[in-house]
């Protein structure tokens, strides 16, 4: 017989706020054929939400799991007809399950483990010929198990009173996708222990995480590789946020991703993120030409004590980087930029950066550090204020890039540079007339009231939500 295809949906442990233990709901086959919204029938009895809720009315089910050391489970069900309940507790006794309309409902695989958690349910009619299996589990247990598998969240799950270990390694990484559902998980790695850390650790070229929030405290003292989605991407990741800390005493560091090496797009960080060298607020690192950065925006501060840190990218060894902005302020040693800190080779186009820039050596700019040949800048500027001890620039600090339609306040910025952008007054800059080869008419635009981004051109892609600094 061949293999069931598999969706998975996590659930977020309900009840009280020091039972943090998450859930993972498997709902074989039918969940496949019925779909996410509609019911799963058995022989008249039928599971209204794909979902399980989180507390009983009518017919709906749900679930609740408190402690530890001695949790409490319960689950609640009801016939299509009639007004019968199944209700099945769990607190170290034995456990009785009810008939209701002719079908048995019969549990196996019922154990708790700190860390593991799992609970299997199985429905089954009188004469065994129709079954259904529901599967509670650990989350991160579930995904190690399938790292191919289809994951789809439907409600937030706090991971935080968990030691979290990442899912996905350099020699068995993720291949599968997670579905966020716009829902949250919240993370705690206080003390890593090893390189590649963040909710995934390795996530493969085929790996996809969209719709996700994630909210974490990473502090990796012992490694490299460190973001709050994965410490190395080589998939999409997509329509994700980041908040909270990532820092690492360590080198590639970055608010969604460490390493990229695949694509990021419509993704926005406002965790503060530190390191050491390729440090970024969206990514420390983008490998290849092949690698893409779009429609991202950093808030946080970003820190590091060596070189290559900028706002959204540390290093760009290649690739496209467009339609981002970054707001935070930046700080290090040599090559800092406001966005990039460092170009070997990839373009740069509709983009921004506004935080203050910082280095204690040399190669710092508002928008790039160090733009090499085998860069171009297009349709970009820069405003935060740049410090540091020599090749400074507004928009750019050291630069043998090609620049096109690019601009930088000297006043804001404190630079008067030639050959390295086109120096603007604050006024300016915030007049449309003097970006005649922009287009806003669908990527920029300029608000007249200086509500939106102070008065600034902003990108259309982010409107009105635009983060003022």
Known sequence: ?????????????????????????????????????????????????AALAGSFAGATPSYGLTGIGGPTFSFSATAVSGSQHLSYTWNGAAQTWASVSGVTFASSSLAW????????????????QTSKIY??????????????????????????????????STSSPFTGSLDGNGHTITINIPSAPASYQGLFGVIASSGLVNNLNVVINLTNDAGEYSGGIAGQNGGTIQNCSVSGTVSSTGRWVGGITGNNAGSISDCHSTATVTGSSYVGGIAGFNTSGTCAIT?????????????????????????????????????????IGGLVAEVASGSISNCYARGAVSGTGVQIGGLVGLANTGCTITNCYASGAVTGVS????????????????????????????GKGTPYTTAQMKAQANFSAWDFGFVWAIDGTGTINSGYPYLQCFGAGTIIP
């Not at 998975?8 to 969940?31: E, H, Q």
């Not at 593991?116 to 065994?128: E, G, S």
Request: glycine share 14%; charged share 10%; with cysteine.
């Open 135 to 168: 599967t509670f589990t650990n989350i991160a247990t579930a995904i190690a198990g399938n790292l191919s598998g289809t994951y789809v969240l439907i409600e937030n799950i706090d991971l935080s009173g968990m030691n979290w270990t990442p899912i996905g």
């Open 391 to 418: 090749s400074l620039g507004g928009l750019v600090g050291y630069n043998n890039s090609v620049i096109n339609a690019s601009y930088y306040d000297q006043q804001t910025t404190g630079r008067s540079d030639t």
């Open 295 to 335: 429609r991202c925006y950093a808030t946080g501060t970003v820190h590091g004590t060596g070189i290559d840190v900028g706002g959204i990218l540390g290093y760009c060894a290649g690739g496209t980087f467009s339609y981002c902005y970054a707001t935070g302020a930046v700080s290090g040693q040599s090559s």
């Open 1 to 49: 017989m061949g293999k069931i295809p598999e969706l998975v949906v996590l659930a977020l442990s309900l009840g009280l706020s020091s039972c943090s233990s998450p859930l993972l709901r498997t709902d074989l086959a039918s969940f496949i054929s019925a779909g996410l919204s509609s019911n799963a029938n058995l022989a008249g009895i039928a599971f209204t939400r």
């Open 113 to 128: 483990v700190a860390g593991i958690n799992t609970l299997k349910i199985v429905v089954a009619t009188p004469d065994r």
